[in-house]
């Protein structure tokens, strides 16, 4: 397993709005991905994490860099798979192994 990964996401925040109403938009994001619409694109219209003007990259990251349950999806992933929603502290993410 390589020590170091890439990957995107989006946050979808609920330090400015309610649970339910987060992960009903990350749901929707989620939808809108699979239905073929362009992560990165996604991530710069929707995301609430600075990284969303990257469309989302977050850059090479090793494990102990990102709070648990972001790192165990995003370890979890194979390249250019894209995850489930997780939830985190910070809200609800996407998240897109790129390395």
């Not at 890439?6 to 009903?24: P, Q, Y």
């Not at 989302?56 to 990251?61: A, I, R, Y």
């Amino acid at each position: 397993m390589s020590a170091k990964i890439r990957a995107s996401h989006i946050l979808v925040s609920t330090d400015s709005r309610k649970k339910d109403v987060a992960l009903t938009e990350i749901e929707a994001l989620h939808k809108k991905i699979t239905d073929g619409a362009d992560f990165g694109e996604v991530a710069s219209e929707a995301s609430d994490c600075p990284s969303g003007s990257r469309g989302g990259d977050l850059g090479q990251f090793g494990r102990g860099m990102m709070v648990p349950e972001f790192e165990e999806a995003a370890f979890g992933l194979d390249v250019n798979a894209m995850s489930g929603v997780v939830e985190t502290d910070f809200g609800y993410h996407l998240i897109l192994r790129t390395e």
